[in-house]
């Protein structure tokens, strides 16, 4: 039994309620798509190109997806799991936690020494 399969066995949460909260919490709102349109706005002003969406207080969008059945698999069996997705299953952990008034955890407490995937390094052209 891996770490993160301990500490949801610990806790007493169950995998169709992570699921679901991911779901929720990573779901594009309103705000969202007023984001997105303020992005596709600074790309296309010319006056705004050189300038960052930091400068511009223009957050990123939330991406949408949840975490899948078979991402929480992996991380169940302890597999490397890319960053994104872990901080989507730490997110979703912390919401729990916090509905059953306990403290938010970290990465590193959840998934303990299992590694993060990393993709393909680019190539040099």
Known sequence: ????????????ITSETLLRLS????????EGRVLSRKRVARRRDKDAQGKSYASLNIAKPKSG????????QA????LPLPARVRGKLVRAVNAVLG??????????ALFGSSPVRRGASAKKS
Request: zero cysteines.
């Open 75 to 78: 991380a169940l069996g302890d």
């Open 1 to 12: 039994m891996g770490s993160f399969q301990q500490f949801l066995t610990d806790k007493n």
């Open 99 to 108: 509905k059953q008034g306990g403290s938010p955890v970290e990465a590193p």
């Open 23 to 30: 779901r929720q919490l990573e779901s594009r709102g309103s």
């Open 65 to 72: 997806r949840g975490v899948s059945a078979q991402q929480l």
